[in-house]
């Protein structure tokens, strides 16, 4: 009797092992944009401000519109989901790839954090992409929404007949 009781802990303790490692802190969805943080756990960021908020986004364009929306916050910390281990590290000690045939998420030109230059040099060998730090990541991401919002605009005069000359 004793056996089967050990054995039936050891049973559920292994089965809450793997539905926590499936576990991503609140919130599920994307602030931003309503995706499924759990799904993009090894893109997922959490920005926290230092009036004790804090944001789960996605991505890193997520986080980027939702800085944005906080402008003013002082940011305290900003962490991202390692690509391999979907732990959360320090967004700006982790080794950033920016580009290569790997899809990203929300973006056209992916960005993605590794805990370890190893694991980031390895997908570059596998991907492709470029080695870079968190500022360069922000600053691609920055840029690339910006774009965006302008061709937006661009799209829109042209539909109201506004062209430029």
């Not at 790839?97 to 596998?126: E, L, P």
Request: proline share 1%.
């Amino acid at each position: 009797m004793k056996k089967l009781s050990i054995a039936v802990l050891l049973i559920l303790s292994l089965g809450a092992i793997c539905l926590a490692a499936d576990m991503v802190e609140g919130p599920v969805d994307c602030k931003q944009c309503g995706m499924d943080r759990v799904k993009l756990a090894h893109s997922r960021m959490v920005v926290a401000y230092a009036d004790g908020s804090s944001s789960g986004t996605c991505s890193i364009n997520c986080v980027v519109i939702d800085m944005r929306e906080s402008k003013g916050k002082e940011v305290k910390s900003i962490q991202v989901g390692d690509y391999n281990t979907k732990k959360l590290i320090d967004a700006r000690s982790a080794a950033w790839v920016i580009g290569g045939s790997k899809r990203g998420v929300m973006t056209d030109v992916a960005k993605w954090a590794f805990a370890d230059r190893k694991d980031a040099d390895a997908f570059i060998g596998q991907y492709g992409g470029k080695p870079a730090t968190f500022d360069e990541a922000l600053k691609a991401t920055e840029k690339e929404l910006a774009d965006e919002a302008q061709r937006d605009k661009d799209r829109e005069h042209e539909r109201h007949g506004d062209h430029k000359m």
